[in-house]
């Protein structure tokens, strides 16, 4: 079983498209994440949620917006996408928050042309 | 503004050599988490530590915390090829530092 999943797993789009990313887990966690890694390899956190509130929410373009209908869901939903959102989004989720082992799921390649 | 930083950021080592990972962060922070990262691949926790002093080890690898000096280090002992990835390093707020990718060669 897997533990964090995502879909889709690939994502090429237009520039001014709206596209959703999923991830759902199934460990029970109560805290779920979204990490955007650039093209260098460099790690943002973007959103955090506990049991479906919202705690962090980094500098991120209103575009962004994630959507938690349960806690064992964590959606991205971008709206207007712009060639610099291209990156490798990513899902995580831990047990109840920092100091919790985080697992990862298997990323979401998202390229716009 | 918290920053992290791991130095060196490209490290070529032998196998059976030893070596270590340093990660310094800017402000105060508890709690630090180490990951690996394949090429192409998601991220896997390697550990995670709470206290000052803390050390973890786990097979060839072993991190440590010291939250006055605002460091850990993750230590390499005897490389083999299949460490070879990049490691990050993140703080409780979850800011990672660049990366360290580590290419162990025969």
């Known amino acids: 079983d897997t533990a964090v999943s995502q879909t889709p797993k690939y994502l090429v789009t237009q520039m001014g498209n709206d596209k959703s990313i999923k991830c759902e887990q199934n460990?029970?966690?109560?805290?779920m994440y979204w990490y955007k890694q650039d093209s260098k390899k460099f790690l943002k956190i973007m959103f955090s949620y506990n049991n479906k509130e919202l705690i962090i929410n980094e500098t991120v373009p209103n575009r962004f917006s994630p959507k938690s209908p349960d806690k064992a869901h964590l959606n991205l939903h971008i709206n207007s996408l712009e060639l610099g959102d291209s990156a490798v989004y990513f899902c995580?989720?831990?047990?109840?928050?920092?100091?919790?082992?985080?697992?990862f799921g298997p990323g979401t390649r998202l390229t716009v042309l | 503004e918290l920053k992290v930083e791991q130095n060196p950021l490209f490290l070529s080592m032998q196998e059976g050599k030893n070596y270590t990972i340093y990660c310094n962060y800017s402000?105060?922070?508890?709690?630090l988490y180490w990951y690996r990262q394949d090429p192409g691949k998601s991220l896997e926790s390697l550990f995670v530590?709470?206290?000052?002093?803390a050390v973890k080890q786990e097979g060839r690898l072993m991190a440590s915390l010291d939250t006055k000096a605002r460091l850990s280090t993750l230590h390499i002992t005897a490389a083999v090829h299949d460490l070879s990835a990049t490691y990050f390093c993140?703080?409780?707020?979850?800011?990672f530092g660049a990366g360290t990718r580590l290419t162990v060669k025969p």
């Open positions: 993140a703080v409780s707020e979850m800011r």
């Open positions: 995580a989720s831990s047990q109840s928050g920092s100091g919790d082992t985080q697992y």
């Open positions: 460990l029970g966690h109560d805290t």
């Open positions: 402000t105060t922070s508890d709690r």
């Open positions: 530590l709470l206290s000052n002093g």
